[in-house]
């Protein structure tokens, strides 16, 4: 049972990041689109199905499988590596959220924030996830 919880966690968080990866990249190019323009109504549903339809069920279900694991494996939340993992996903939970704030001022077309902004937050999922898959395959301390 707890490689079922296992797989389902780690499928989810393919699926996640696949969202966190695009749609700052979505934002990109909305940013750079005329306002009510055909482009931007279509990057305003594509942002909104990949939230709604992916992100939301995905970071529902890295969480939840999460919990299960370390209810079932409650010794990890003793290691330092784990404690500072469960730090960098919380992270990742906060840039999720700053994501949908990005798409709500984006979807009443508050244009704010420059391409060049979205770009930078591009980056920072990648970042994190990095520092997390090497502190769960390394665990240095």
Not at 11 to 39: C, D, K
Not at 53 to 58: D, E, G, K, R, V
Not at 92 to 115: A, Q, V, W
């Amino acid at each position: 049972m707890y490689l079922i919880i296992k797989s389902l966690h780690i499928i989810s968080v393919i699926t996640w990041m696949a969202g966190l990866l695009y749609l700052p990249r979505l934002f990109v190019y909305h940013s750079l689109s005329e306002i009510n323009s055909i482009q931007s109504e279509t990057f305003k549903t594509m942002e909104r199905r990949l939230l709604k339809a992916i992100m939301l069920p995905s970071i529902v279900a890295v969480f939840g499988s999460g919990l299960l694991m370390i209810y079932l494996n409650y010794y990890l939340i003793f290691e330092l590596y784990f404690q500072v993992k469960v730090i960098l996903v919380i992270l990742m939970g906060y840039i999720h959220g700053k994501y949908s704030r990005m798409y709500k001022e984006l979807e009443n077309d508050i244009r704010t924030k420059t391409d060049t902004y979205y770009r930078l937050w591009n980056e920072v999922p990648a970042c994190v996830m990095v520092l997390i898959v090497l502190l769960i395959i390394i665990k240095p301390f």
